[in-house]
Structure formats: C-alpha cells, structure tokens
C-alpha cells in the first residue's frame, strides 16, 4: 500500500470518529487511551469503498474471504464486491435454532481462506475465527486487518501459522493525530 492509499484510510478513519481519544475498556479487557471503532466508519459508503479497495489490493491468492461478525462482516461483504471471491461469515456463538451452526458460508475442503478484521487488539477473536474456519477444512494462513492495536495479535496469530497484515497500525492513527 502506497503512502498516499495509508494518508486517505487514516483521512477516512479520523474523519467518521473512529479514532477516539479517552479512557476505554477494550474487548479484550484492556484499558486504552484510545478506541477504534471502524464501524463509525464503514456505516458510510464512501469511507467503507476505501477501505475495500485497499483490503482487495492486499487479498491475493485466495479462494474464499471470511471474518466475524459484527465487525467485519460489512468489510468482507464490500471487498468481495471488490474481487468477485465468495465469502463466509463466522459468528461468534452458534445460532440457538435452525442448524445450529457457527458458520455461514460453504468452505469447500482446502480454500484457501483470508480473514478479514476490523481491528485487532491481543488476536484472541481472530485466532477463533481462524480456528472455526480451519475446522470446517479451510487452509488459513493470513489474516487482512483494517487497524493493528500492536498489542499482541501479530505474536498470537503467528503462533498459529498465520501472517497478520494491517492496513495501518495504532502507532501511525496516533502520528497522524498529533
């Protein structure tokens, strides 16, 4: 991703709210001074069209997208519209009717799957998806996230075999704010 491409995303993350600073209790329990909530920005076309394009620029060689909901959905959604790659969402308990499953989506044995996340903190929700998906027989190995909090995921997702790739990290949302 070019400089240019890094300067709108974080145009368009400051620019809808999504970046607040404060005093925060994060999903994974921690406290931080700032909170991204990238759902203030991909509830806007344009900013979520940004963040698609750029999330498709880095897809590469995949047979099927994937993430959790709530927050990713509308990011796999939007960059699958972007690369014509079929999609499958992960919930995060299985539904208490019908199928009672936990994943929504055909993974044919052996896709190669990447996984895509609004934001990560220590990598625990995305080392579940990563999990639910290889048991349904997905090859996963890299996961595309909009916003790295750089507070663990990379070294948890790694002890899992799989790469994380940011778009842009909490290091340069907090650069570009001063």
Do not use: C
């Amino acid at each position: 991703m070019n400089s240019d491409d890094r300067a709108e995303l974080v145009r368009a993350l400051n620019s809808s709210g999504a970046v607040r600073f404060g005093r925060f209790t994060l999903a994974s329990g921690q406290t931080s001074d700032v909170y991204v909530d990238i759902k203030r920005a991909w509830s806007d076309p344009a900013r979520l069209k940004v963040m698609a394009k750029l999330l498709a620029e880095r897809v590469g060689v995949a047979d099927r997208l994937a993430g959790m909901e709530l927050g990713a959905v509308p990011l796999v959604v939007a960059t699958a519209l972007v690369t014509g790659h079929p999609y499958a969402v992960v919930r995060k308990s299985a539904k208490a009717h019908g199928t009672q499953q936990r994943l929504e989506g055909e993974i044919p044995p052996g896709s190669r799957v990447v996984v895509l996340e609004d934001v990560t903190t220590t990598g625990g929700s995305v080392v579940e998806t990563v999990q639910v998906l290889r048991g349904a027989g997905a090859v996963v190995d890299r996961v595309l996230v909009v916003v790295d909090r750089e507070a663990g995921a990379r070294e948890k997702l790694a002890a899992v075999g799989v790469t994380l790739e940011p778009l842009v990290t909490l290091s340069e949302l907090r650069g570009a704010a001063t």
